[in-house]
């Protein structure tokens, strides 16, 4: 039945069991997804300064070899200056070239690690931001990282003007050509969790520093998504985001580590997951408990109702022993059980009464009503014409009889033996 008293008392059982877990379980899950998810950030937050604090490490280390170097080349004829350039400690492993130009910006020293340099080349640089900023700025130069379309490997520029200490003019400029692929490699050696990468953009947002070197090579770019923490991923559809900046001179390098959702967000996953079944095992359990409790409630109630149906109908077929079951228990349907019992008996006394009292005042009534009726059919005219003439029959029969009898005697005198003798 749609609308029972089982259905809705088992509803309602299931409601108020499940229903404070479940919106437990949905807070808690909200609450462990936004965790979850700060912590996630923060994480990868960590991740890019830890990589952006390497980063810088490595360009400083680079910036300072060159400056060492730049303070010992003044005043040293150009044998030395070649031999000063070429015992750097990153050379050749990180600086692929090394050029040291005339305040004209034409190349007066150069080594490299890959090609061989013609003493008697000319070489210009004068026309070219590497020696035009340090030459008028007195200041580093950072160039853009560019992919070698030969070797397939990346590099920047970076270079710094060589000051003329008792005049303090630039006299010359240092230019060096500085491999990036340390920081691929760098890139590569970072243990990171599942779901999670680290790359590098430049000021035009290429990707120019990935674990996987063809990112770099396809030349990938990406652009930081605008919400800050979760947005479209480079390597994933969806992942938690951060990142970290780094500034020398006009550029911009910037550490991104992103994480895949999915992943970041496993923990709080499983729990949605966990809280799910509990749910789902709550659900069972109170829906089957709240069955039995309310069957418990609703077949002694059924049991009274069908009694009392019983009751209404006919009381003769009142049997209190039908819900003697029911009147056995010590609760509230024991109690109701037993005054029932009691009231069937006591109405089924008084109609049985009733209907004997109902007998005898029909009996009454119908003898009443016979009396009633004769003396209607007595008190008319024509019953006692009738009553008149059975009254003349009956005077005139007598008379009959008494005739016959006379007759009767006379005859029977005659016959006698004394009037024969005579």
Do not use: C
């Not at 300064?49 to 003044?74: C, D, H, W, Y």
């Amino acid at each position: 039945m749609r609308n029972s008293i089982r259905r809705k008392l088992t509803v309602a059982f299931v409601i108020v069991a499940t229903g404070p877990l479940l919106l437990v379980g949905i807070a808690a899950s909200i609450r462990s997804f936004s965790v979850l998810l700060q912590q996630a950030h923060l994480f990868e937050s960590t991740v890019a300064r830890r990589v952006s604090t390497e980063v810088n490490g490595f360009i400083t280390r680079m910036v300072g070899e060159l400056q060492t170097v730049a303070k010992a080349v003044p005043g040293n004829p150009p044998q030395r200056k070649s031999d000063l350039l070429a015992f750097l400690p990153s050379y050749p492993e990180t600086f692929q070239d090394l050029i040291l130009t005339d305040q004209d910006g034409i190349r007066e020293v150069r080594i490299s690690r890959l090609e061989v340099v013609s003493p008697t080349e000319f070489e210009s640089w004068a026309q070219t931001d590497a020696f035009k900023v340090p030459k008028t700025t007195g200041k580093m130069y950072y160039g853009p990282v560019e992919i070698d379309q030969v070797y397939g490997e990346p590099s920047m520029i970076i270079s710094m003007p060589v000051m003329n200490v008792r005049t303090g003019t630039v006299d010359q400029v240092l230019i060096a050509r500085v491999r990036f692929k340390p920081i691929w490699d760098l890139l590569g050696n970072i243990n990171l969790s599942s779901g999670e990468s680290v790359f590098i953009l430049d000021s035009q947002k290429n990707v120019i520093a990935h674990r996987n070197p063809s990112v770099v090579l396809v030349g990938r770019t990406f652009t930081l998504p605008a919400a800050g923490q979760v947005g479209t991923g480079l390597d994933s559809p969806t992942v938690v985001v951060a990142s970290d900046s780094l500034q020398y001179g006009d550029q911009t390098f910037t550490v991104v580590a992103e994480r895949n959702l999915v992943n970041a967000l496993e923990l709080a996953i499983q729990t949605v997951i966990l809280i799910g079944a509990l749910l789902l095992v709550a659900f069972i359990l109170a829906t089957v408990t709240g069955y039995l409790l309310a069957r418990q409630i609703v077949r002694p109630v059924q049991a009274l109702a069908r009694v009392a149906q019983d009751l209404s109908e006919q009381s003769e077929s009142f049997d209190p022993q039908k819900i003697s079951m029911v009147a056995s228990r010590t609760d509230e349907l024991g109690q109701l059980a037993q005054v029932f019992q009691n009231m069937g008996k006591q109405v089924a006394t008084r109609e049985a009464t009733l209907k004997k009292q109902v007998m005898e005042l029909k009996i009454e009534i119908d003898e009443s009503k016979k009396q009633s009726s004769i003396k209607e059919i007595v008190d008319t005219e024509y019953f006692r014409e009738l009553e008149t003439k059975a009254s003349n029959f009956r005077q005139a029969r007598r008379a009959r009889v008494a005739s016959v009898n006379l007759n009767s005697d006379g005859e029977s005198a005659a016959d006698s033996p004394a009037n024969k003798t005579e």
